[in-house]
């Protein structure tokens, strides 16, 4: 196992456990001199991790450049902790199963409406990228349809229905795993490939010159 293997590995453990402490976060009924007593020790993890860092709007070492997920995508980034745990596959769909922590909760017990937009925008996104890397986002139409649950198993599905020169139309819905004919919510987004040059000016634009993304040392 290489030095970036049990590096990812470590950064997938480390994950989990921010996941856990997320939730921990916004169901914990302490009282508040317990919560405080957590806040302390949480800001001295947090010094802690801060002790080696690397520069912004860099790669870090466990990415891959010009691979299309990042391992800090808040969506299916296998090293963020605001990811939901993710079970993904690009076969003849782009299709995830996935659960929502309370954490993204808009009402009680409902995702919020944004994390399902976010949900479509990855999901249409990889679907896009299947056919051409790097590809970014034009468009994107949400429709809801049903309440989408958090602390329920979730099946994404996303498809290209369309490509017209360099523009994918792309077509997606969310389901209970449990009932994946019942539709709760459905996307649809047109996706640009870019070129590898116009999506280095893209970011040179987004992040001033000379910070575009590179691989971490």
Known sequence: MTDIDERREAAVVLAEAGRALNEAIVLTDLGPDEVLAAADRVRALAEELSAVLR???TLSAIDVAG????????ISGMASPYSPPLTYRNEEQTIGRLVLG????GHMGVAHGGVVAMLF???LGQAACRYAWPTVTTNLD???LRPVPTREELLVAAT????????MYVAGSIALEAEPDR????GSGT??????ARYGQMLESANGPGRSEKAGA
């Open 183 to 186: 539709v709760l919510a459905y």
């Open 67 to 74: 691979f299309s997920v990042r391992a800090y995508n808040p």
């Open 191 to 196: 996706f640009k490939y870019l070129g590898e």
């Open 102 to 105: 309370h954490g993204l909760e």
């Open 160 to 167: 290209v229905v369309e490509v017209d020169g360099s523009t």
């Open 121 to 123: 925008d990855e999901f």
């Open 142 to 144: 949400v429709h809801f």
């Open 55 to 57: 520069p912004p709007r």
